[in-house]
């Protein structure tokens, strides 16, 4: 990296601290944090809940609502839907303010747990986890997941949701070319090859190349590399051989077996570019399940884990951010905002919304519900997740830069790749020298 990336780097973490520190200076007679301490309250009356997935996952939680206040005749939830792509910006926005903004009860992704955690936004969990009905009920993964995102001994979430990448393809396309399914890297890159017909506008695959690019691109060095950890010791296996060769097969597919508009791809072009054309494969998340299945049928798409790295090999998946519901500091009907928390975590809510959103449950007693069973790539997706064998990447989303480095710093890099403008080593370099310095400026703010 440049002396110049590197100052600037260090003018970002200098510039959030100064933030924090500022946030700190003016709450003196609120606690230690940016945000009021708040209250309890009566556990009654008014709270406002934030959908950090507004408009996608809106009607699900109308009908958690709904239910929890039929319930709780005296509290009223006021629900307020945050675009994915805005949340975090509206969250710090809030925060900045000094809170009175806030809402009482909020979805959190671990992705920016640790941001958010940092500026003094979310009380702790753990205790009242613990004095409740959802003691021992959360699945041990995703709790350590979130503890590990916060940074903190702690919980700063109750997680509700848990998602893994997942190889989309459509059985209908296979069965005519006589494919295999893409159970293995061969088979995958085999199909993206004899799917595509660019003159009759078909294509093997649809790549990401605008927005969240970085993390699916790591998803699928991982998983096609092998290598167990993003770490060794303090500095980062991005750029490993094996990742970057994985990274070179991945890009190759651009504009070969790919439409060439993919380079501008977000989530939701992505998506719509599997579902309303003639694209063999997708590799997206769970959450995208209910869009394939209203476009093709539950017979005509399927999806896998990622595959094993090679033949006997491990199976790698890198970690997916876990949904959770986050109790906000500054809230002044604590109580009540708690009895909602506790309400939408239970294994009949909890259900009814990952069914909805095609996610895992983080209540163990939904585990087995019939939903579960039918829904064959959650099915698949809990098993590879259950297997001994199988292999977690931990991504550092404790780091306070995570965010910034991997989409904004590095997201443009990407598509200067898929455009040979850059070649797989120069990205896995930039990246990983990025990578490095943010963990030894957390390390030493650690102590």
């Known amino acids: 990296m440049s002396g110049n990336k590197s100052r600037r780097s260090r003018a970002r973490s200098l510039l959030a601290l100064g933030i924090s520190a500022s946030l700190a200076l003016t709450a003196t007679a609120c606690g230690d944090s940016g945000t009021e301490t708040g209250s309890e309250g009566e556990g009654k009356g008014k709270i406002v809940f934030w959908d950090n997935n507004g408009g996608v996952r809106t009607d699900v939680w109308k009908k958690i609502i709904t ?5 709780n005749p005296d509290i009223d939830v006021e629900y307020v839907g945050i675009p994915i792509a805005d949340v975090q910006s509206k969250y710090d926005t809030a925060i900045q ?22 500026q003094g936004a979310l009380d702790p969990v753990g205790e009242r986890i613990e004095d409740g009905p959802l003691k021992g009920k959360l699945v041990k993964g995703m709790v350590d997941s979130v503890r590990a995102a916060g940074g903190e001994e702690d919980l700063f979430t109750v997680p509700t949701s848990a998602n893994q990448g997942v190889l989309w ?32 506008n078909r294509f093997g695959f649809t790549i990401r190349g605008g927005a ?3 993390a699916q691109a790591l998803e699928m060095m ?8 993003f770490w060794n010791g303090d500095k980062t296996t991005v750029n490993d051989p094996k990742n970057v060769e994985a990274l070179e097969k991945y890009v190759g597919l651009y ?26 494969m997708l590799q997206h998340n769970l959450g995208s399940y209910t869009d394939h299945v209203k476009a093709f049928g539950e017979d005509g798409v399927d999806g896998l884990p990622m595959p ?7 199976r790698t998946l890198v970690s997916n951010p876990v949904d959770g519901m986050g109790l906000f500091k500054s809230s002044g009907n604590k109580a009540a905002a708690w009895k ?13 919304w990952n069914e909805s959103a095609g996610a895992i449950p983080a209540h163990t007693d939904a585990a087995d519900d019939e939903w579960i069973n039918e829904a064959k790539p959650t099915k698949a997706a809990m098993e590879s997740l259950d297997d001994p064998s199988t292999k977690i990447v931990q991504l550092p989303y404790y780091l306070p830069d995570w965010n910034g480095i991997s989409k904004a710093d590095t997201e443009p890099n990407f598509q200067k790749l898929l455009l040979g403008q850059m070649t797989a080593k120069e990205f896995a370099d930039d990246l990983a020298e990025r990578l490095n310095e943010a963990q030894a400026e957390w390390s030493e703010q650690k102590g």
């Open 212 to 214: 969240g690019s970085v």
């Open 169 to 200: 393809y459509r059985t209908d396309m296979f069965d005519k070319a006589g494919l295999e399914p893409p159970a293995t890297w061969e088979n995958f890159y085999r199909a993206a090859e004899e799917l595509t017909d660019r003159k009759k």
């Open 222 to 229: 991982y998983a096609q590399s092998g290598i167990e950890n």
């Open 255 to 280: 504009n070969k077996y790919t439409p060439k508009a993919d380079l501008n791809n977000d989530f939701t072009k992505m998506v719509a570019t599997f579902t309303g054309g003639e694209v063999g």
């Open 67 to 71: 239910e929890f206040e039929k319930e």
């Open 308 to 314: 094993p790295s090679s033949e006997g090999g491990p």
């Open 97 to 118: 303010g000094g809170g009175d903004s806030l809402p009482d009860v909020g979805m959190v992704g671990t992705a920016y747990l640790a941001n958010m955690v940092a």
């Open 340 to 352: 909602f928390i506790e309400f939408a975590a239970s294994a009949e809510m909890n259900s009814l």
